[in-house]
């Protein structure tokens, strides 16, 4: 019976690993058929996938709150940056070392947080957020106001004349994206996955069962932050630069806002959040010019959209719309096979 | 002289902290909320400000007018966004955290909505009274008579709150609500009227805030002033640093963050003005995470 | 009667903690409920006081009918309810407890005379009365919650366990206090107790709940008697 099990899960895993492949085959093709723009917002939605999973990760499974993740990101960006610039390393390189300064900055931080709850957490993120990203103006290695260069290259001509910068990016941020929520995805399915939801759910129930609540979150916050660092050079990768003003405070705001939107509890509507955040701009763009409205309004009412859809589904779909529909869908079911 | 200056330079930042911090505890004793959106709302108040200086030209019009509004303001988001929280979201993975992602909304929201109402540029209020330093033996301080004045305006602010608190039935009210909604209600407090009330407290006193902070720097704000930012950073750790539950240790946390960041910018290095906040907030929460002021959680039985 | 209760039922999500409990107290006597852990006794209260929903029934208080109303407005129409555990809060002053009883009624002059009046009955509260309630005894604390619930005048009292956690000679003086209260002020007393023998000592009525059902109701005295009340409740 046991194995039996056992059986069927590896089963279920090597689907999993195939339908990655899949997905990953799908975008290639995709990517040639589309517009340039189409292109670039696809590289945008891949970066939002990643940072957006690293906050699913922290709040959804873990249940701590960041509101400091843009800082996070801007860690990981200039730590690329800086080895791009300073000793020229490989990118892949660069992205490696983004994961693994800025997740050294989510331990120090996370050993900070695990004595925090809730509202403090959130407070103390949200100070990093305003404070963090300014520091780059003390030190002259990380460019100032102006911010440093980050460029990835050019595509390897390999990959045919055609291929275009864009293009590039979509691939990087792509594979990147699909590397990481293979790899959240895992983690969650383990026992760390287990112990975080664990001490979500009830901390002293946790404690009482062996699990050490106060490292395992540390844990997630490492892992969270490294995941929002490798976000934040990709970030960098498609605006060409890393500055102070590209992690703003709305960063964290806009990520936290995704996750939300593709319910915090489940890692399945990450592409929702990420999608929304990405094509609200250009929705609000079409209301507002259907509307004949001024400037003022145009540029703002995304802001207004993200924003009014935050609160909405906090009150009305709190666990997020594909969560929620999945409820639903598994009551219906139930319902189904009662009567039966 | 300099200690002088930044001594004195620090109780004034601090004491507009102190007023924000007042409003996060306001709001936290009133619905157990931490309110992200209290800068929001004290920045629409100071464009409520605004327009009374631009109609009626005096500020002193303008500061009730921005404190009325602010509490208008207020009181309609506890009686429409936090009862609906309490009642769609109070269970469930998310309910530790909806509060939070819904008053980040809201600050969105307001932000969003005063860019379409009055724009994205600087707009500028003028100080009532001089903000050049006063000058002693010769030398010039940079405590200026608009400092001296927001410090009186906070202190009789703070004694007529402690008033209102200490010697009022609705004080009373409110105290009791705070610490046992339940006993509260037994003994016949309409407890979600005095919350409701908690809510508009703070948003004048967020007001007050706004306007100070605003006189205070250059007299420029703006839908994204960074100023507001740090307002909103700096009243939550002046609040935790008192406890988050104690309007005494609001206050004292507000010149203690304050009078400390004075001292860092003038001793250390000024380039250190956004991050000192979260140094001095990390610090505070490892050496006493209960607050300055908090009082212990365990009590006697 | 002053205080009717027909098929009051009262729901914890699943559970069903009140059941179709019906009980009638007579105008100035005190009526005793006792049952053991997790019979309804607490949930019965606060529904009565409209801490708790009621799925079903009705409670008539006064040929009015209560069922639902909020808690704050019963205490105007003369209910006070002394929740479980030492009602008092902590971070304010004796004093500052006492008006909070009286603080609907926005009268400085008779907040004033009610304070005196609770102090008299409870002199211990006078000598205490600037401090802190968290520096008061066990047995002290009751006596402010008690007074507490005075100070708002009421006509029927909701007492849940009093005697909680307090040595004996003191739950001894809370009862008698009970006792004399409620035949001086003439009120109406509806006193939930473990401490069964205690209880149904000062008691008119006994009224013995299980499992959220009525089992038993008679005169204190005629339960004391009972041997089956005597082998369950009362210990021999």
């Not at chain 1, 592409?271 to 209301?287: H, K, M, R, S, T």
């Not at chain 2, 030398?139 to 009022?168: A, E, N, W, Y």
């Not at chain 3, 006193?191 to 069964?196: F, G, H, I, S, Y």
Request: hydrophobic residues 55%; contains cysteine.
């Amino acid at each position: 019976m046991l194995k039996k099990k056992h059986a069927h899960k590896e089963k279920k895993e090597s689907t999993h690993l195939f339908l990655f492949i899949l997905g990953g085959v799908l975008l290639y093709f995709l990517s040639g058929w589309v517009d340039e723009l189409r292109v670039y917002q696809g590289a945008s939605i891949a970066v939002y996938v990643i940072a957006i999973s690293s906050i699913i990760l922290l709040t959804g499974y873990s249940g701590q709150v960041s509101l400091g993740h843009g800082a996070l990101m801007a860690v990981g960006a200039y730590a690329a940056a800086v080895l791009r610039i300073e000793y020229n390393l490989p990118i892949i390189l660069c992205f490696v070392a983004a994961v693994l300064v800025a997740a050294i900055g989510g331990a120090l931080l996370g050993a900070a947080a695990a004595r925090l709850s809730g509202p403090y957490l959130a407070g103390t993120t949200l100070a990093l957020a305003v404070g963090l990203p300014s520091l780059a103006n003390q030190f002259t290695v990380l460019g100032g106001e102006q911010g440093l260069l980050f460029d990835v290259g050019f595509p390897p001509l390999a990959l045919g004349e055609e291929f275009t910068q864009y293009k590039w990016f979509f691939w990087i941020a792509g594979l990147a994206a699909l590397i990481s929520l293979w790899t959240i995805r895992n983690l969650l399915n383990s026992a760390y996955g287990r112990a975080w939801k664990a001490g979500r759910a009830n901390e002293v129930a946790a404690q009482l069962a062996g699990i050490n609540t106060a490292r395992s979150k540390v844990l997630a916050f490492t892992i969270s932050a490294g995941i929002a660092g490798l976000a934040g050079a990709l970030l960098a990768m498609t605006i060409g630069t890393v500055s102070p003003s590209a992690f703003p405070l709305a960063l964290s705001f806009a990520v936290l806002t995704g996750a939300v939107l593709a319910g915090i509890t489940t890692l399945g509507g990450v592409i929702v959040g990420a999608v929304v955040l990405v094509i609200i701009p250009e929705i609000a763009d079409l209301i507002a010019h259907k509307l004949g409205s001024s400037e003022s309004v145009i540029t703002n009412l995304p802001g207004l959209i993200v924003s009014g859809l935050l609160i909405l589904t906090v009150l009305f779909v709190p666990n997020g719309p594909v969560e929620q529909h999945r409820a639903r869908k598994a009551k219906h079911e139930a319902l189904l096979g009662s009567t039966h | 002289m300099q200690l002088l200056n930044t001594l004195l330079i620090g109780i004034t930042a601090g004491s507009i902290y102190a007023l924000m911090a007042i409003a996060f505890v306001l709001v936290w004793r009133s619905t157990r909320v931490v309110n992200f959106a209290q800068a929001g709302m004290a920045l629409l108040s100071t464009y409520f400000g605004y327009e009374a200086v631009s109609r009626i030209g005096s500020f002193w019009v303008a500061l009730p007018v921005a404190m009325i509004g602010g509490a208008i303001f207020a009181a309609l988001v506890e009686l429409i966004l936090m009862r609906l929280l309490v009642k769609h979201a109070s269970s469930g993975a998310i309910a530790g955290v909806a509060p939070i992602i819904a008053t980040l909304g809201l600050l969105g929201v307001i932000r969003a909505v005063i860019s379409m109402i009055w724009g994205g540029q600087d707009l500028r209020i003028v100080a009532p009274i001089s903000n050049d330093g006063f000058t002693i033996n010769g030398s010039t301080l940079v405590f200026s008579p608009l400092k001296l004045l927001i410090l009186v305006v906070v202190v009789i602010l703070l004694i007529l709150l402690s008033i209102l608190f200490q010697r009022t039935n609705l004080g009373l009210a409110l105290r009791a609500s705070a610490h046992a909604p339940e006993i509260a209600r037994l003994s016949g407090v309409r407890v979600d009227a005095v919350r409701t009330l908690g809510w508009a407290l703070a948003g004048a006193a967020g007001a007050v805030a706004g306007l100070f902070q605003t006189v205070n720097g250059n007299g420029t704000f703006s839908p994204d002033s960074i100023e507001f930012s740090l307002l909103l950073v700096s009243g939550f750790i002046a609040a935790v640093i008192g406890g988050l539950d104690s309007l005494l240790g609001a206050v004292l946390g507000g010149l203690f963050l304050g009078i400390t960041i004075s001292f860092v910018l003038m001793y250390v290095s000024s380039g250190l003005f956004f991050i000192a906040p979260f140094i001095v907030l990390l610090t505070v929460l490892f050496v006493r995470p209960q607050g300055i002021i908090g009082v212990k959680a365990s009590r006697r039985a | 009667m002053s205080l009717n209760v027909s098929n009051l039922t009262v729901h914890h999500g699943a559970i069903c903690a009140v059941n179709q409990v019906s009980l009638a107290v007579p105008t100035g006597k005190l009526a005793a409920i006792i049952g053991s852990n997790g019979a309804g006794k607490t949930t019965l209260l606060r529904a009565l006081s409209g801490l708790n929903k009621p799925t079903h029934g009705v409670v008539n208080w006064m040929g009015e009918t209560i069922t639902g109303t909020k808690p704050e407005k019963l205490v105007r129409l003369g209910i006070s309810h002394v929740s479980e555990g030492k009602s008092v809060i902590p971070e304010l002053t004796v004093k500052e407890n006492l008006e909070l009883g009286a603080i609907w009624r926005k009268d400085a002059k008779e907040m004033k005379e009610s304070v005196d009046q609770v102090v008299s009955i409870f002199p211990r509260l006078g000598e205490r009365i600037s401090q802190r309630s968290d520096t008061l005894s066990g047995g002290e604390r009751q006596m402010l919650a008690i007074g507490r619930a005075i100070m708002s005048k009421p006509k029927l009292l909701l007492l849940d366990e009093p005697s909680l956690g307090l040595a004996p000679l003191v739950v001894e003086q809370i009862f008698q206090t009970i006792r004399d209260l409620t035949t001086q002020m003439r009120l109406t007393v509806l006193l939930v107790e473990q401490n069964a023998m205690g209880a149904l000592k000062i008691a008119d009525l006994g009224i013995v709940l299980n499992l959220g059902k009525v089992v038993a109701v008679n005169h204190a005295q005629a339960l004391i008697e009972d041997p089956a009340v005597r082998a369950a409740y009362l210990g021999y």
